[in-house]
């Protein structure tokens, strides 16, 4: 991984979409900031289009689609993009989500709390439609990156798909993942027809490891450091600061060299 300062002008010069996760990538201890806000209006207002591609749930995606400066946003880990369209919420849904599989979600979070000790639903779990959340790090007592990774191997003994990110280990029943709706979002919803030189990419956690593989325009938040060992698919750069304070960083850089 490379410094984000090092990104050229050039390459920079095709960018049209920003797309980022939101947990301790836009946030400082869990805590949207001033200056992230800050930078996603900045990005916005010079014209780049924002989406955010997350791990929260359907409730979450409602309000930030309409209180956020963003185009779009991608919830549950690629279950499905909120937009407007002519002013009214469209919800565009993967083709492979299961949409009736509460059963079988029960069954995995029975699985994950009986084998994981101190492991818990996560409380954002009431907004969510397609799957479960698992929470080791985002309310206390907060559990070693080790059992995140017991965590996930239960849930895929069950069948399950499985992701870890820097807060929870997210579940589901389906095939797909945050590229895959991404990708469909950007051609379907936005007409793009070559992200992989239009879109950058801000993640920090392995949940983020597609996006990192596919877009060569892909970059961490300094807080991915924890994460590094245990990934196969890093990103082409990184910030020097954390969270937010990172992406505001790189939005600073972004719109310098493109204007």
């Known amino acids: 991984m490379r410094q984000f300062s090092e990104i050229t002008k050039s390459q920079a010069a095709g960018i049209r979409y920003v797309l980022c996760d939101i947990d301790d990538t836009?946030?400082?201890?869990?805590?949207l900031t001033a200056a992230a806000y800050s930078a996603l209006w900045a990005l916005a207002d010079a014209g780049?289009?924002?989406?955010?591609?997350?791990?929260?749930?359907?409730?979450?995606?409602?309000?930030?689609?309409?209180?956020?400066?963003?185009?779009?946003?991608?919830?549950e880990n690629g279950a499905f993009c909120m937009y407007f369209r002519d002013g009214k919420l469209?919800?565009?849904?993967?083709?492979?989500?299961?949409?009736?599989?509460?059963?079988?979600?029960?069954a995995v979070r029975n699985a994950v709390l009986a084998a994981v000790p101190q492991s818990r639903v996560a409380r954002d779990q009431f907004s969510r439609i397609y799957d479960l959340a698992i929470d080791f790090c985002e309310d206390p007592p907060f559990l070693?990156?080790?059992?995140?990774?017991?965590?996930?191997?239960?849930?895929?003994?069950?069948?399950?798909?499985?992701?870890?990110?820097?807060?929870?280990v997210n579940a589901w029943f389906g095939?797909?993942?945050?590229?895959?709706m991404a990708l469909r979002v950007l051609s379907e919803v936005f007409g793009e027809k070559s992200p992989e030189s239009s879109v950058i990419f801000f993640g920090d956690s392995p949940n983020d490891e597609p996006m990192f593989a596919h877009f060569p325009l892909s970059c961490a938040v300094a807080n991915i450091a924890p994460f590094v060992s245990t990934m196969k698919n890093l990103p082409a750069f990184?910030?020097?600061?954390?969270?937010?304070?990172?992406?505001e960083e790189a939005a600073k850089h972004i719109i310098s060299l493109k204007f």
Not at 26 to 31: A, D, I, P, S, V
Not at 153 to 162: L, P, Q, S, T
Not at 175 to 180: E, H, I, T, V
Not at 238 to 247: D, H, L
Request: with cysteine; charged share 25%; aromatic share 6%.
């Open 238 to 247: 990184v910030t020097c600061g954390e969270g937010g304070f990172g992406f």
């Open 90 to 106: 469209q919800t565009m849904l993967h083709p492979n989500v299961i949409p009736n599989a509460s059963e079988r979600l029960e």
């Open 144 to 168: 070693p990156l080790s059992d995140a990774e017991k965590i996930r191997a239960v849930c895929e003994r069950m069948g399950a798909e499985a992701k870890i990110s820097s807060i929870h």
């Open 26 to 31: 836009l946030t400082n201890g869990g805590k």
């Open 48 to 75: 780049f289009r924002v989406i955010p591609v997350t791990g929260r749930p359907a409730g979450w995606c409602d309000l930030i689609v309409r209180e956020w400066p963003v185009e779009a946003v991608i919830g």
């Open 175 to 180: 095939k797909y993942d945050k590229l895959d």
